[in-house]
């Protein structure tokens, strides 16, 4: 059984900085494409991050120069590094595996505010 969990979001100031992370159990990272989404209230879940097995990386308009991914193998976890939060970075950040019908995490919530 598949299990994903994040967790690493809080309250930030703008310009400040957050590491989620990205815990998964019954699958490999390693092994696996994944990816990092984002939902904000009233907008679509949209792809901010996404990282292939040959650790080639995609990293949206939005957010590129600010966000990173990374892995370690050992605690099968994938970390999203998230520096110079802007106000329009507020959302739910989901963990993926484009796997089969696809396993999702429960979210961790972002608010980034003065």
């Known amino acids: 059984q598949v299990h994903l969990v994040e967790s690493g979001g809080g309250l930030v100031q703008p310009g400040g900085s957050l590491r989620l992370s990205c815990t998964a159990s019954?699958?490999?990272?390693?092994?696996?494409?994944m990816a990092w989404y984002r939902q904000a209230p009233g907008k679509q879940r949209e792809l901010v991050v996404g990282l292939n097995v040959d650790s080639s990386t995609y990293t949206a308009p939005a957010v590129k120069g600010r966000f990173t991914i990374s892995r370690d193998h050992a605690k099968n976890t994938v970390y999203l590094q998230m520096n110079s939060l802007k106000t329009e970075d507020t959302a739910a950040y989901y963990c993926?595996?484009?796997?089969?019908?696809?396993?999702w995490g429960q979210g961790t919530q972002v608010t980034v505010s003065s």
């Open positions: 019954g699958i490999a990272f390693s092994a696996n494409p």
């Open positions: 993926h595996i484009p796997l089969g019908s696809g396993y």
